[in-house]
Nanobody, 115 residues
Framework: QVQLVESGGGLVQPGGSLRLSCAASGFTFSSDAMSWVRQAPGKGLEWVSEANSGGDSTYYADSVKGRFTISRDNAKNTLYLQINSLKPEDTAVYYC????????WGKGTLVTVSS
């Protein structure tokens, strides 16, 4: 069965960096686009970024463009999100999702940006 397991979240000071990972299994990872989506406390879901199946085409929400970098290692079945210059408004649970239709989601990893 499809499994997506996020990791790498934590508490970080404003201006800091984190790298999130999403370990995928149960499907042909290299055949699917993958996305990151986040949900801030008390708010709705916000799409953050997408990488195509090969990782050579990437897309970002305007709110994170220039600070976040999505990448993937198809040999390791892993999706990454490098997040730099963190702001308090980046505090959220970050989810990875499978496919253009985001038909499977992980359980998320919490990123808290606070001094």
């Amino acid at each position: 069965q499809v499994q997506l397991v996020e990791s790498g979240g934590g508490l970080v000071q404003p201006g800091g960096s984190l790298r999130l990972s999403c370990a995928a299994s149960g499907f042909t990872f290299s055949s699917d686009a993958m996305s990151w989506v986040r949900q801030a406390p008390g708010k709705g879901l916000e799409w953050v970024s997408e990488a195509n199946s090969g990782g050579d085409s990437t897309y970002y929400a305007d709110s994170v463009k220039g600070r976040f970098t999505i990448s993937r290692d198809n040999a390791k079945n892993t999706l990454y999100l490098q997040i730099n210059s963190l702001k308090p408004e980046d505090t959220a649970v970050y989810y990875c999702a499978k496919g253009r239709g985001m038909d499977y989601w992980g359980k998320g990893t919490l990123v808290t940006v606070s001094s």
